[in-house]
């Protein structure tokens, strides 16, 4: 059995494409459509009941586009709503969570650091995971509040993306972590300056391509593949400016911070 739909994921704005990248290259024979909630960015800032409100919002376009699966690509909006959406959608659902456990398998010092929004920190996901995996072992939790704002908005390559994330590798290099999380999609475009500042004794985690076998474990699963000789097509939609997206993708692909995606971009009305 084949199932010719796109498999769908949302973010608040841009952080999820890195998640999308990941998830191209495991099913090549896919079509993908994102949408970038842009218009309601950050989620990071918000109560968990505004982000379930967003998110279920998120899921009705991807349905409306004829999503066979959704990936949460948004480690906030996992954290507020990815029971929710489970209990409210028949499609399967995909979500996000911290690598924490990894994490804690893999350091020497015994001290970790998450990177996150504070809605992922704060919420119950987080806890149940640090709960059960990280006993014994040191979590830092950083709330790196404005760092995904300042990649949404001016990207990896921005002079406050640098200072910001310059004062977090400094707070991480001074707590004796040798393990990094990356817990908010948006951070994976800032990853190789990330290892630049912290040097090559840290390790780094982020979750994209854990997320990107996941999801292929899930479309195997449920009989959802894509049948073979398809088209293969990335959309691209936004609930803010078509044209800001386009711009911010094009010069991701051109700075070798996203594969090039040969979207087609749409504009959403919520
Ligand atoms: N990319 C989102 C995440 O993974 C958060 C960015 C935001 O605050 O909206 O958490």
């Given at each position: 059995m084949s199932h010719p739909g796109p498999i769908g994921m949302f973010d608040s704005g841009i952080g999820g494409l890195s998640v999308l990248a990941a998830a191209r290259s495991a099913l090549p024979g896919e079509s993908f459509v994102y949408l970038a909630d842009q218009a309601s960015f950050p989620y990071g800032p918000r109560s968990a009941a505004a982000v379930r409100v967003l998110s279920e919002r998120a899921a009705r376009v991807l349905l409306e586009e004829g999503a066979k699966v959704i990936v949460v690509a948004c480690n906030t909006a996992s954290a507020h709503a990815l029971a929710h959406l489970r209990r409210t959608f028949d499609v399967p659902f995909v979500g996000l969570v911290p690598a924490v456990k990894p994490a804690a398998l893999q350091t020497h010092s015994g001290v970790v650091a998450v990177l996150a929004t504070e809605g992922t920190l704060g919420g119950a996901l987080f806890h149940a995971v640090r709960r059960e995996f990280a006993n014994g072992v040191r979590v830092l939790e950083l709330a790196a509040n404005g760092l995904a704002s300042a990649i949404e908005r001016g990207g990896p390559w921005a002079a406050e993306t640098e200072d910001l994330l310059a004062g977090y590798c400094g707070d991480v290099r001074r707590s004796g972590a040798d393990v990094v999380v990356l817990g908010c999609t948006h951070y994976g475009f800032v990853r190789r300056r990330a290892q630049e500042l912290l040097g090559d004794d840290v390790a780094i985690l982020d979750t994209a391509d854990a997320v990107a076998r996941q999801l292929a474990h899930v479309v195997a699963e449920h009989r959802l593949a894509a049948p073979p000789?398809?088209?293969s097509a990335v959309r691209l939609l936004t609930t803010g400016s078509v044209g800001d997206l386009r711009r911010t993708v094009e010069a991701l692909e051109r700075a070798g911070?996203?594969?090039?995606?040969g979207a087609e971009y749409a504009e959403v009305r919520v």
């Open positions: 000789g398809g088209p911070g996203l594969p090039s995606l």
